[in-house]
Nanobody, 120 residues
Framework: QVQLVESGGGLVQPGGSLRLSCAAS????????MGWYRQTPGKQRELVARITSGGSTGYADSVKGRFTISRDNAKNTVYLQMNSLKPEDTAVYYCKLEGKITYYSSGSWWGQGTQVTVSS
């Protein structure tokens, strides 16, 4: 069992900032990557940012230069610093973990989601 608990969402004005956190716990053997995805009603979930165990990062074009993903390996926690927020960033943000629960068993797990609303 792997649990992911997200926090940090909320209501912010355009141009503002928020920092999301996602803490992983449970029977984690190893973590390959963690990432943030977002979803709005009627649309598919999309990748926002992803960071590998080696520290390599990737971002959606729409957030490059505004969002920064980081990770605390000791705490199994991933963060998403979101600056210069725009109304189009409004969505439910989900944390995803890609890894193993045993040497032979790999998979991916999702958090419950946290709402981010950018509005004046």
């Amino acid at each position: 069992q792997v649990q992911l608990v997200e926090s940090g969402g909320g209501l912010v004005q355009p141009g503002g900032s928020l920092r999301l956190s996602c803490a992983a716990s449970g029977s984690i053997f190893s973590i390959n990557a963690m990432g943030w995805y977002r979803q709005t009603p009627g649309k598919q979930r999309e990748l926002v940012a992803r960071i590998t165990s080696g520290g390599s990062t990737g971002y959606a074009d729409s957030v490059k230069g505004r969002f920064t993903i980081s990770r605390d390996n000791a705490k199994n926690t991933v963060y998403l610093q979101m600056n210069s927020l725009k109304p189009e960033d409004t969505a439910v943000y989900y944390c995803k973990l890609e890894g193993k629960i045993t040497y032979y068993s790999s998979g991916s797990w999702w958090g419950q989601g946290t709402q981010v609303t950018v509005s004046s």
